[in-house]
């Protein structure tokens, strides 16, 4: 079956300007999290949702993140007023349930270039 | 704060020769462990998880793991590399909570020259 996909795959932006990167889960998969890895960094997470909970928001790094995710589908993660230091590739996983022992399935990312 | 550390940043061997790649975590409590891999042009994907029980597991592709909880390592070892192992490996830890958020070491990058 289809994997999780995330677009676009490529995004220059302006500093100062808003985007919007977009994932889509498994179908079927109820937890969706997002990651995002800085040159020569490790993942760090950002968000993580889970069926109707709350998300658990304690990765965003500052008030100019945000994302939302329409039932268990489609995810969007937007950044305000974007810097250069937002410049990163974007991560989305997802997983049948939440809980940590689930393996975490990862989209191509999207490569986020401010300018 | 929690830390996942990976000791080697780049490392080049032969084909057949042995591997091991080591990473440490700062917490303390219940820890799901896994090792994610990332080929070339590809997404991130599972190597090996361990949750409990056996502290050496295998994984796909001849690669095994070994937790110890007395020194908060869980190294990646494969015996006779390949060619087809180069790609970057990911140490990652979930604090065996509810929340399945992961903390992600920095990565290694493993060249294997044929």
């Known amino acids: 079956g289809a994997g999780v996909s995330q677009s676009p795959s490529n995004k220059v932006t302006e500093k100062g300007k808003d985007v919007e990167l977009r994932c889509d889960p498994i179908?079927?998969?109820?937890?969706l999290y997002w990651y995002r890895q800085r040159l020569g960094q490790g993942l760090e997470f950002l968000i993580y949702f889970q069926g109707n909970s709350a998300p658990d928001k304690s990765g965003l790094p500052s008030d100019r993140f945000s994302a939302e995710r329409t039932g268990e589908s489609v995810s969007t993660l937007t950044i305000q007023r974007t810097q250069q230091e937002d410049s990163a590739v974007y991560l989305c996983a997802s997983t049948p349930e939440g809980g940590g022992r689930y393996e975490q399935y990862f989209g191509p990312g999207t490569r986020l270039t401010v300018t | 704060a929690q830390s996942v550390s990976q000791h080697n940043h780049h490392v080049i061997l032969s084909e057949a020769a042995s591997l091991e790649l080591g990473c440490n975590y700062s917490?303390?409590?219940?820890?799901?462990l896994f090792w994610y891999v990332q080929y070339p042009g590809q997404h991130l994907q599972l190597l090996l998880k361990?949750?409990?029980?056996?502290?050496l597991v295998k994984g796909i592709k001849g690669f095994e793991a070994e937790f110890i909880k007395s020194k908060f390592s869980f190294n990646l070892r494969k015996p006779s590399v390949q060619w087809s192992d180069t790609a970057e490996y990911f140490c990652a830890v979930n604090r065996g909570s509810t929340l399945g958020r992961l903390y992600f070491g920095r990565g290694t990058q493993l060249t294997v020259w044929p």
């Open positions: 179908s079927g998969h109820t937890a």
């Open positions: 361990y949750f409990s029980g056996d502290p």
């Open positions: 917490y303390g409590g219940t820890v799901n």
